[in-house]
């Protein structure tokens, strides 16, 4: 069982910056994403970015494309969100998630698509 760690989390401003670190209790070279959702108060969880682990992919969801980005340093390191140019929209509980290596491009932003789940950090942005 996979087990996902997320921090990073805090309160900015609006037009600030902050860094989310998912880290895993085990990698592997193989073809599954690692991904972040988010979720607001009566909202559903709704893709953020996505990485193929093997290929360094990357995926993003229009919202946050050139304000966001997801990287990691290695197969072995932890996956990071650094989120530049922060609005109030995008206040919410960020999750970090793993895929199966069976999930083809079409549905790496399908939430059903992820059967391993962390926590959750809070991100608030004040306006």
């Known amino acids: 069982q996979v087990q996902l760690v997320e921090s990073g989390g805090g309160l900015v401003q609006a037009g600030g910056s902050l860094r989310l670190s998912c880290a895993a209790s085990?990698?592997?070279?193989?073809?599954?994403?690692m991904a972040w959702f988010r979720q607001s108060p009566g909202k559903e969880r709704e893709f953020v970015a996505a990485l193929r682990w093997n290929s360094g992919h990357t995926y993003y969801a229009d919202s946050v494309k050139g304000r966001f980005t997801i990287s990691r340093d290695n197969s072995k390191s932890p996956v990071y969100l650094q989120m530049d140019s922060l609005k109030p929209d995008d206040t919410a509980t960020y999750y970090c998630?793993?895929?199966?290596?069976?999930?083809?491009?079409?549905?790496?932003?399908?939430?059903?698509?992820?059967?391993?789940w962390g926590q959750g950090t809070q991100v608030t942005v004040s306006s």
């Open positions: 998630a793993r895929s199966t290596s069976s999930t083809i491009q079409s549905q790496i932003g399908n939430k059903l698509s992820y059967p391993y």
């Open positions: 085990e990698y592997s070279f193989a073809r599954y994403a």
